[in-house]
């Protein structure tokens, strides 16, 4: 896409245009130069009004889809900002349209969000030619990662897949490999490994403890990975890593390349394999909650393994290291069973938020469990298998039966080599969000874990004032109540996010790989620190003024079902569904079927249409090209 750049090398418009403005134009208007509309007036104005002077006329059309105008609203935006994928730049011209997109769906998503009456606007089914078991969108949601089968089972996959290839061809596949069993508890991170930068992608897979060349009746694979399982025998648990190059993904998905042509399959045949194997880890144990996490730019996954112990890998180095989580003793809890139910690598304080289960229901008269959220230390590299007891003391969450238990996952700031200052490094980062399933009733209860600053010193900033200096840490002391939703008798389950989380569900009664969907809610976190949470909100640096027109009041009611009008939604709604992902940035819900093999995608609003001069001529738009090349 043509960039505008300026004596300072920042606006330039294609010759054409710029006569137009400067010649022929029977409006004055249009005579200014190009630099004094971008650099002058569109500053001035709010993105939504930027939105209506494309109605004008063609010039202006043009002009406020130069890339430099959003990237500067982009940096004076207050509302969460959709992640920025390492390999995006806003100067490239493939993809230089794609600032405009992180704008516009910002603001659409954060309004959808508010609206007591929300509505997933946009529908595109998309045949994924097998059968998903799991998928994962990352951040931003250009890129799905899957867990494929085919019809009968007998042959798995994962598979990285394209949403936003405008051409909208049907072909949405990229890169593919075949795994041995079913792939499940799929992870999918933006990382970089080697200094290349990419997806990583983890997964586990099961298989008999004993080859024999009979077969034992049963296939691990037909099992669902949602439920514990008892198996008949022994079996083996592969835990592997696999790292794809984002920059072989982003030559690939190039706009202006239609998928299947003859260009597209010769710059598909000139890259390299697209997976690169990592390492992998067998054990006789399941990896349970498994993650992916960076230290300093440098690759990390963890998994827990019964019954008490957390694995650490280095990836770029593969080795490993693990603790033990001590058991609790106070108050006589040693003699009760002790279940970690999820953890949240904190790296930046070298911590780990875990939360055990104590089955104390009928034990001292006590009617349900004990929850406890409490953190451990990160192991030094190369330990194995350190009892090590929490740090501090604990919070508890108690009179609940939990089924389960959901963390928000990592905070990525918007921020990229295009785009440095997007985020303060300095801001109070964002509460880290617990949610728990309860049973009996059923429903979701959420928590806040606040961080707090810890000063370390102070000293003397540019302007002469004495400011202290200090790290943010998590504390158990602002674990802090949020809501309790009580969904009886449906199942209500939970995709988490940072700022937004999903909550879809399903018959209370229905343990299958392929529930029902019964609806998909939005649930607005009232955002309650607690009285005396000494910390503003986290958040951007301040604008100079605000870009963005009045935005909708914070709804009163948290839970709320979206209005979705689409007769797709409603055959999942009865054949079931086998996956559901959720991308809390731009509003995109996926939802995959059983039988069909398609994926509903569903989106707050259609995305940014891409552009280009040589297109855009038709008619007087022509005619004044010609003229102008006289």
């Known amino acids: 896409m043509p960039s505008i750049r300026s004596s300072c090398n920042t606006l330039m418009l294609p010759t054409v245009v710029q006569r137009a ?27 939504e009004d930027l939105i209506r002077m494309r109605r004008v006329s063609k010039y202006l059309y043009l002009l406020t889809h130069e890339p430099i105008l959003w990237k500067n609203f982009l940096k004076m935006l207050r509302i969460p900002i959709p992640p920025i994928r390492p390999s995006f730049r806003y100067t490239y011209d493939p993809t230089s349209f794609e600032v405009e997109q992180l704008v516009t769906r910002a603001i659409w998503t954060d309004d959808t969000w508010r609206k007591y009456k929300p509505k997933l606007r946009h529908q595109e089914v998309i045949f994924a030619c097998y059968q998903v078991l799991e998928m994962i969108l990352l951040p931003g949601g250009k890129f799905l ?10 042959r798995f996959y994962i598979q990285v897949f394209s949403l936003d290839h405008p051409s909208h061809s049907g072909q949405y596949g990229l890169a593919k490999k075949a795994v041995a069993t079913k792939a499940f508890n799929l992870r999918a991170k933006f990382m970089s490994y080697n200094g290349n930068q990419g997806i990583m992608i983890m997964f586990s897979m099961r298989r008999p403890g004993v080859e024999v060349d009979q077969p034992k009746g049963y296939d691990p694979s037909e099992w669902s990975a949602r439920t514990e399982i008892d198996p008949p025998e022994a079996l083996i648990y592969d835990c592997c890593w696999e790292h794809v190059l984002i920059d072989s993904l982003e030559l690939i ?3 202006w390349i239609t998928p299947g042509t003859e260009e597209y399959r010769t710059r598909a045949a000139a890259l390299p394999p697209p997976f690169e194997p990592v390492m992998q ?19 990390f996954s963890a998994i827990f393994q019964r019954p008490d112990e957390i694995v650490f890998f280095e990836l770029d180095e593969r080795r490993t290291s693990s603790i033990r989580c001590k058991k609790r003793t106070d108050n006589g809890m040693e003699q009760c069973v002790q279940k970690v139910m999820g953890f949240r690598v904190l790296p930046a304080q070298n911590e780990i938020l875990v939360i055990r289960t104590v089955q104390t229901a009928g034990w001292d008269h006590l009617t349900n469990d004990t929850h406890i959220i409490e953190l451990f230390p990160v192991p030094e590299l190369g330990a194995i298998g350190v009892l090590t007891p929490p740090i501090g003391e604990p919070a508890y969450i108690e009179g609940k039966f939990a089924e389960s238990f959901e963390i928000s996952g990592d905070y990525i700031p918007p921020c990229s080599p295009d785009f440095p200052y997007l985020y303060d490094a300095k801001a109070c980062p964002p509460p880290i969000s617990v949610y728990m399933r309860t049973l009996n009733p059923r429903g979701v209860l959420h928590y806040n874990l606040y ?7 102070v000293q003397i900033n540019e302007e002469g004032v004495v400011e202290e200096i200090g790290e943010w840490k998590y504390t158990t002391d602002w674990a802090v109540p949020q809501s309790t939703h009580y969904s009886e008798p449906v199942d209500a389950r939970i995709i988490p996010g940072v700022h937004r989380a999903l909550i879809y569900t399903v018959p209370g009664d229905d343990r299958t790989d392929e529930p029902n969907l019964l609806a998909l809610r939005r649930y607005y976190n009232p955002l309650f620190p607690g009285s005396g949470y ?7 640096p301040e604008p100079e003024h605000e870009v963005i027109e009045k935005r909708y009041l914070r709804p009163t009611n948290l839970f709320c079902s979206f209005q979705i009008n689409s007769p797709y939604l409603e055959h999942i709604k009865e054949q079931g569904f086998t996956a559901i992902a959720w991308d809390e940035s731009i509003g995109r819900v996926c939802i995959a079927t059983p039988k069909d093999m398609h994926i509903l995608v569903l989106d707050v609003g259609k ?24």
């Open 534 to 540: 000494p910390h503003p909100p986290y958040g951007h």
């Open 21 to 47: 403005f400067n010649r022929y134009s029977p409006c004055y208007s249009y005579r200014m130069d190009p630099d004094i509309w971008i650099e002058g007036v569109f500053p001035l104005l709010k993105v």
């Open 607 to 630: 995305m940014t249409e891409v552009w280009d001069f040589e297109k855009f001529q038709p008619g007087k738009w022509k005619r004044m090209k010609e003229l102008a090349q006289r």
């Open 451 to 457: 961080p707090s600053k810890e000063i370390t010193g």
């Open 145 to 154: 990662i899957a867990s494929l089968t085919d019809y009968r089972r007998t």
């Open 253 to 255: 998905t190039d706009p």
């Open 281 to 299: 880890f067998v054990s006789d144990t399941p990896a349970e909650h498994p993650t992916l996490f960076e230290v300093n730019g440098r690759p």
